[in-house]
T-cell receptor, first 114, second 113 residues
Framework: EDQVTQSPEALRLQEGESSSLNCSYT??????LFWYRQDPGKGPEFLFT???AGEEKEKERLKATLTKKESFLHITAPKPEDSATYLC???????????????FGGGTRVLVKP | DAGVIQSPRHEVTEMGQEVTLRCKPI?????LFWYRQTMMRGLELLIY????????DSGMPEDRFSAKMPNASFSTLKIQPSEPRDSAVYFC???????????FGPGTRLTVT
């Protein structure tokens, strides 16, 4: 069974204080690892997809990296508007072409104080 | 594009009543997903469809839950009878065939008293 564990559960940062979020995963074969951002009262918003170990992707102050067992989301010089819950999800390789099923982690709640 | 549309946004009902949640996916998307989110269990996949056909319903918790997709632009998730433990936010998401990014709707917050 695919499993995704995110840490820490919550993170309080001062504006400008860089940090990293961790996503550890267990999957029979990784098709892709996804990062989403979720604001209160809204649905998750897609950020990145990573497919293979060593891959990195960036978007503004966010940078996602991937190894064979975990992924990191680095937040560089965060601003208050980066406050959100960040969700990690994995998609497994399947013998049958059965679509885009994702297994999500519990998320990391990030609060950036001015 | 209007994105994924869900209705109602909020639903409060009494235990034992039937609840129907509705979803309109993004036009052209071939996959539709229903998720449930709670503080205790996080975001869980309930069921998903490909070209209007249910592919995997292993996440549907009980026979009280059912989902249909009569056409490419509409899906429903029904709970009958509802129970207080069904209280959660229910999300609908859609994606392209072969594409990986799922686009989520705003969710329906269900409260069963």
């Amino acid at each position: 069974e695919d499993q995704v564990t995110q840490s820490p559960e919550a993170l309080r940062l001062q504006e400008g204080e860089s940090s990293s979020l961790n996503c550890s995963y267990t999957v029979s074969g990784l098709r892709g690892l996804f990062w989403y951002r979720q604001d209160p009262g809204k649905g998750p918003e897609f950020l990145f997809t990573l497919y293979s170990a060593g891959e990195e992707k960036e978007k503004e102050r966010l940078k996602a990296t991937l190894t064979k067992k975990e992924s990191f989301l680095h937040i560089t010089a965060p601003k208050p508007e980066d406050s959100a819950t960040y969700l990690c999800a994995v998609q497994a390789l399947m013998i049958k072409a059965a679509g885009n099923k994702l297994t999500f982690g519990g998320g990391t709640r990030v609060l950036v104080k001015p | 594009d209007a994105g994924v549309i869900q209705s109602p946004r909020h639903e409060v009902t009494e235990m034992g009543q039937e609840v129907t949640l509705r979803c309109k996916p993004i036009s052209g998307h071939d996959y539709l997903f229903w998720y449930r989110q709670t503080m205790m269990r996080g975001l869980e996949l309930l069921i998903y469809f490909n070209n209007n056909v249910p592919i995997d319903d292993s996440g549907m918790p009980e026979d009280r839950f059912s989902a249909k997709m009569p056409n490419a632009s509409f899906s429903t998730l029904k709970i009958q009878p509802s129970e207080p433990r069904d209280s959660a936010v229910y999300f609908c998401a859609s994606s392209f065939a072969g594409g990986n990014e799922q686009y989520f709707g705003p969710g329906t917050r269900l409260t069963v008293t």
